[in-house]
């Protein structure tokens, strides 16, 4: 892997495995290169992308936020000895409610999970669109329109 300027090891583009939440290879076809042809440069190493069930999402915001209920995606940025080795961290989806998501959207789940792997991204890259003054609004926006979505979760709305 090569060096950046600083000796730290940069992986030379994205990679991205989708999973289940028992960890096992999930059919999701393109979602994976997708995300990688359309994240800023910053997003170099790997990412874990989790689709999980609503329940286990649940558990995951009740734990980690202190909110007990599901939410569409969660970001878990890694530590700084797996950003060393290239791991920028993991994106959780809850199925069902990208899913409920998406038909009031009214597009494929699959688009929306774009939309919130897009977002999931972003906040591993260290954005929080709360405290920006819109930059992650802006960037999410170019991105979006860069990978061919018509709108992203802030636009929307979305509890993120």
Known sequence: MPADGHGQRVSPRLDVAVVDGAGRPLRAPGLASWLARVAPRAARGSVTLAVVSDARMRALNRD???VDRSTDVLSFPAS?????AGHLGDIVIARGVAR??????AHAESTEWRVLALHGLLHLLGHDHERDGGAMRRLEARLRRKGGLREGLIERGGRR
């Open 64 to 66: 980690f936020r202190g």
């Open 80 to 84: 700084e000895t797996a950003r060393q």
């Open 100 to 105: 409920r998501q998406a038909a009031e959207a």
